[in-house]
């Protein structure tokens, strides 16, 4: 399939798009990396606040229960709570799985070959790029695969989805596309707009802690303080709630 451009600022546009694509990929890469230096700490000082909810809410429940008349049921109780916590033990499950999602350590030739694979799949198949080709649902499907596979370090699996990306452009070609992108000047702009955003918030600015061993240090202090804290505020409330005589708890450490 020939693509015949139809704008300037196309080769401007095509830019932007893969650089927004690489600052997201970088972000995600801060991201892990912040979690495989801070997981530890974060999940304790998380698991114990909802702990510490989950306490707030059974005394809740203890309080309300005699004020309308009824008593205390357990059962009941647990239930109750349960279903109210459910958001939360999603979140500690969530954060569980990106602590054991290191992503790949690659080389720099590896790097290289990842990035020069992708801008030539994405300069065939990527949606902003060419939406002609990826109107088609089996291309869709592709570049699904190769964003992934782009963002986890997979060189084999993008090395295997060029071909793949390379027999379905086969596959689909034919007369030529007079390929006009609508509105591109406004297109560069709102990507790049993405881009400043990406680079100026969480979890890209990270980088600032994970790149200065005082930050870091100051970090670790901070999640410590937090995790003392929150152990003292369980205790503080399973004592209350003991004087309801609710002793058992569950514990999100077993979720």
Known sequence: MDIILAQDQYDEYEKVILKRDRVRKEADEIHREYIRVFGDLIERSFSLKVDCIRLKKMIGYCQLQPNQGRPVDPASMLDQVAAEME???????????????????????????????????????????????????????????????????????LEELQVLVNKAIEKYSGEAVYLYIPDIAERIAKIEAEIEEII????????????????????????????????????????????YGIEDIEDPEDV
């Open 87 to 157: 958001a939360y033990v999603k979140q500690l499950v969530q954060l569980r799985m990106i602590r054991n999602d290191h992503g790949k350590t690659i080389s720099e030739y590896a790097a290289l070959q990842i990035r020069q694979i992708y801008r030539e799949i994405a300069k065939a198949i990527h949606p902003d790029m060419n939406p002609v080709l990826y109107q088609h649902e089996e291309v869709q499907e592709l570049w699904e695969r190769v964003v992934l596979a782009y963002r986890c370090n997979d060189l084999p699996g």
């Open 200 to 243: 100026t918030t969480d979890p890209y600015l990270l980088r600032l802690v994970l790149e200065d061993e005082a930050a870091c240090e100051e970090k670790k202090k901070a999640l410590l303080e937090e995790i003392e804290a929150y152990t003292v505020y369980k205790q503080e409330l399973t004592a209350i709630l003991a004087g």
